[in-house]
């Protein structure tokens, strides 16, 4: 009999093989992850906070910065704009031979807002410019914040939109802006995870029962027994960061990497981060991060949004020490985000490495499920 294999709505969708979304993981623009992950057949997402760095104020988060910028430029200078196109190319053009398929992920959060439609006008130009870049580069992704002044911008344009959302009225929400798809985002995810706590065991069929778009699921994915898992809650695929930020190729520093392989479950703390609460790496640095965060921002485990005009300068201050520390790859002082699923990783493989087996292990539990599972009636 002829092998089945595992194909969802979102394959159909997006052109992709598998489906899997490689996250979004700013400030690193995530370039070679995203050449790695369309290469490998799944959805490869550049990230774009990072370009505000080459926007303005480099100054304020020390000299590591100059250690970021190195990942997000060919050094041949030009307006933000100019670098982030050229990195948009940079992606085209290592993935022509593969006609790997790639978008951009962006947050637009207040603080964020004008930047943001910023680098959202900036991929809708390069696409309109270029017959491959509109063929290829096929999704934008936003996340953390309000979608519906965005939906004239993107709309129109014709390129697939989805939005991270962190409840039922978050996704509802978007529903009503006019995105193609939510990723509902549980709060075992790395990075910013939201001011009310759901996990993705609730959170997923919730959205799912909530919305009439398709859902896809975040956080805590590494693997096919969880993509069979996010399939089973009604997702039509999964989005992996902390696993696929530990592979050979992701742009983050070994040091990073190495936190998340040796990580145990336990081994994350939530804190402050830039515009909310953020899952680091338990290391010192965190740890002490999230004492002050209790003490200067309890708001954060309180399920009390502020903004960074009402954040005490202290907790912004350690915070920036921290990402400097991180891009200088200085260890203990350096505050890393990842996800819980950090307990699961614990090897550095190429990315079409850990595609093929999360897929393999995916159709082999389907393919079992019933023999294991269903018994005939007596
Ligand atoms: C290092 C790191 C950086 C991240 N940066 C961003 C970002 O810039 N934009 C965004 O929408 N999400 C960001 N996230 C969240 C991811 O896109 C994704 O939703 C999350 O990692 C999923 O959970 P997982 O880590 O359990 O796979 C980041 C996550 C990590 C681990």
Redesign the pocket.
């Known amino acids: 009999m002829e092998k089945r294999i595992l194909q969802t709505e979102l394959c159909d969708m997006m052109g992709i093989k598998y489906p899997i979304i490689q ?5 690193y623009s995530t370039n070679r992850l995203a050449v790695a992950a369309a290469n490998a057949g799944v959805l490869g997402i550049i ?1 774009t ?1 990072g370009f505000g760095y080459l926007r303005g104020a480099p100054a304020r988060r020390g000299e590591g910065i100059s250690e970021l910028v190195k990942t997000l430029t060919d050094g041949k200078g030009g307006t933000w704009q100019e670098q982030m196109k050229r990195a948009l190319h940079r992606v085209k053009e290592e993935t022509r031979e593969t006609k790997g398929i790639f978008g951009i ?1 962006c ?1 637009v959060s207040t603080e964020m807002a004008g930047f943001a439609r910023e680098i959202i006008q900036t991929t809708i130009e390069a696409r309109d410019e270029d017959t491959e870049m509109k063929e290829r580069l096929r999704v934008i ?1 936003t ?2 914040g309000d979608p519906l002044p965005l939906t004239e911008l993107i709309k129109p344009s014709g390129v697939r939109w989805f939005h ?1 959302v962190p409840s039922v009225r978050h996704a509802q929400r978007s529903e009503r802006a006019g995105v193609d798809a939510v990723i509902a ?1 549980g709060q ?5 995870v939201a001011w009310e706590p759901v996990h993705t065991m609730v959170l997923l069929p919730a959205i799912v029962r909530a919305v009439g778009i398709p859902v896809i699921g ?5 693997n096919g027994a969880s993509l069979v898992a996010a399939l089973a809650l009604g997702a039509i695929g999964v ?5 696929l ?1 530990a592979t050979r190729e992701s742009d ?1 520093n070994q040091v990073h990497k190495d936190y998340v392989v040796k990580s145990g479950e336990r081994d994350t703390i939530v804190a402050r981060g830039v515009v909310g609460p953020l899952r680091w790496v338990k290391n010192e640095a965190a740890t002490e991060f999230a004492r002050l965060t209790v003490s200067k921002a309890p708001g954060v485990y309180l399920g009390e949004p502020d903004d960074l005009s009402a954040v005490a300068r202290e907790v912004v201050d350690m915070e920036n020490r921290g990402w400097d520390a991180q891009f200088r790859g200085d260890g203990p002082r350096a505050l890393l ?5 950090a307990g699961l990783v614990d090897d550095l493989p190429t990315v079409k490495e850990i595609v093929e087996r999360t897929v393999k292990e995916a159709e082999e539990i389907i393919q079992n499920m019933p023999s294991r599972f269903l018994r005939d009636q007596p």
């Open positions: 996250a979004g993981m700013g400030p990230s906070s992920n947050m992704i996340s953390a991270v985002s075992e995810g790395g990075g910013h975040a956080g805590g994915f590494a989005q992996m960061g902390t696993r930020l983050f985000p990842a996800g819980e699923v």
